[in-house]
């Protein structure tokens, strides 16, 4: 079975500074990975996605995830923090063609 | 625009009442989902459809129905709440090729259930 542990449940750093959510992955198959953003009493938003194109993956909001098949991680980073930042990040895997699993979120917290 | 769409926002409920959560998609996709997400536990999958007519269990589909009435529509239903099903459930859905890759999910906005 395929699934996803995020490191760290919350996470808190200073505006300006760099941004490093870390995720691991378990797959007996070449995965489907994603990262997701929820800003407080919303859904959930795309932030990016792997799907084997380029280990090196750019989404919205100045983040990107690299892809490290050594290592089963898929982290997410972004190089200067802004107060917006702040909201809780799932990393997920897909299964399959039709489901996708996701960790269990890390906070994000920005200090001024 | 389009999107995913459910109702009601915020929901009431007290023990053994039942309700169901709305769920209709303009995107034209062929899967949907229902997820509940629960503080420290991420989302959890309570039932899925991939296609138009078809249903299948998730992770934690116990105290749950699902109907999928169209492509367009997804609805679950709780016959007799109860307060562990205080929680807050997400509609999604996807498009995906027929080899296999999946596009993510895009999701509505979410009930806030309280079941007292």
């Known amino acids: 079975a395929q699934s996803v542990t995020q490191l760290g449940s919350h996470v808190s750093v200073s505006e300006g500074a760099l941004v490093l959510l870390r995720c691991n992955y378990s797959s007996s198959v070449p995965p489907y990975l994603f990262w997701y953003v929820q800003y407080p009493n919303q859904g959930l938003q795309l932030l990016l996605k792997?799907?084997?194109?380029?280990?090196l993956v750019k989404g919205i909001n100045g983040f990107e995830a690299e892809f490290k098949k050594s290592e089963t991680s898929f982290h997410l980073t972004k190089p200067s923090a802004h107060m917006s930042d702040a909201a809780e990040y799932f990393c997920a895997v897909a299964s399959s063609a039709s489901k996708i699993i996701f960790g269990s979120g890390t906070r994000l917290s920005i200090r001024p | 625009n389009a999107g995913v769409t459910q109702t009601p926002k915020f929901q009431v409920l007290k023990t053994g009442q039942s309700m169901t959560l709305q769920c209709a998609q303009d995107?034209?996709?062929?899967?949907m989902y229902w997820y509940r997400q629960d503080p420290g536990m991420g989302l959890r999958l309570i039932y899925y459809s991939a296609s138009e007519g078809t249903t299948d269990k998730g992770e934690v589909p116990n105290g749950y129905n699902v109907s999928r009435l169209n492509k367009r529509e997804f609805s679950l239903r709780l016959e007799s709440a109860a307060p562990s099903q205080t929680s807050v459930y997400f509609c999604?859905?996807?498009?995906?090729?027929?080899?296999?890759?999946?596009?993510?999910?895009?999701f509505g906005s979410g009930t806030r259930l309280t079941v007292v």
């Open positions: 792997y799907t084997s194109a380029a280990t």
């Open positions: 999604a859905t996807t498009a995906y090729s027929g080899t296999g890759s999946n596009y993510g999910y895009t």
């Open positions: 995107m034209n996709h062929n899967s």
